[in-house]
């Protein structure tokens, strides 16, 4: 167990519907990370918070964006939902910039 | 065109072999990652590496700066090993870029 927890496991929705995905970071982590990861493009860097505060974007759609919470937790949006957004969703934490804790991934499928 | 990659993509090994697996980056780093992804999804950060050589228990990893290269070594492989191994590079402040994995299986 790496202490980064995510909900919901498992996400079944529609084209065109809008979700939220959430994601708690080991105690005292600052920094959060999201990734995607699917089967044709394996995994992406979407984009990192640090204490509140966007720090890094990497291959983030417009129809997607995320915030962290004074809590530290963060939460990704995906909205306009296309089929090819089902992925495996995963958040990381970390001190600052150092090792990364990965959470157990929410599966998102899209009909 | 891949900032990474990695080799091979496929391997299979019997249960005590020696085990490297290779990746190799063409842009500048800050740091270079190991990861490893279990069959059911979870993944788990092995190795953060910015120069030389980390070991923990079987598994070693090392990186060579001038060459853009790092290896991932698993001494005594077992079949619990098996999984898909990763290699992702930080860029400048905070982009990170992905290998495509090497699917490791070990047989008893």
């Known amino acids: 167990d790496s202490g980064v927890t995510q909900t919901p496991k498992h996400l079944i929705t529609a084209t065109g519907q809008r979700v939220t995905l959430r994601c708690s970071p080991r105690?005292?982590?600052?920094?959060v990370y999201w990734y995607q990861q699917s089967l044709d493009q394996g995994l992406q860097f979407l984009i990192q918070?640090?204490?509140?505060?966007?720090?890094a974007k990497g291959n983030i759609l417009e129809r997607f964006s995320a915030q962290q919470f004074p809590d530290l937790h963060s939460e990704l949006n995906l909205s306009s939902l296309e089929l090819g957004d089902s992925a495996l969703y995963f958040c990381?934490?970390?001190?600052?910039?150092?090792?990364?804790?990965f959470g157990p991934g929410t599966r998102l499928t899209v009909l | 065109k891949n900032e990474v990659e990695q080799s091979p993509q496929n391997l299979t090994a019997q249960e005590g072999e020696f085990i490297t697996i290779n990746c190799s980056y063409s842009?500048?780093?800050?740091?270079l990652h190991w990861l490893q992804q279990h069959p059911g999804g979870g993944i788990v950060s092995l190795f953060m590496?910015?120069?030389g050589k980390k070991k923990h228990g079987r598994l070693i990893a090392t990186i060579n700066i001038q060459e853009k290269h790092s290896s991932l070594h698993i001494t005594a492989s077992h079949p619990r090993d098996s999984a898909v191994y990763i290699c992702?590079?930080?860029?400048?402040?905070?982009?990170?870029?992905f290998g495509t994995g090497t699917s490791l299986t070990v047989i008893p």
């Open positions: 990381a934490s970390s001190v600052a910039g150092g090792e990364q804790f």
């Open positions: 105690s005292g982590d600052l920094s």
């Open positions: 918070y640090y204490n509140g505060e966007e720090r």
């Open positions: 842009v500048g780093i800050s740091a």
């Open positions: 590496l910015s120069s």
């Open positions: 992702a590079v930080r860029v400048g402040g905070n982009q990170f870029y």
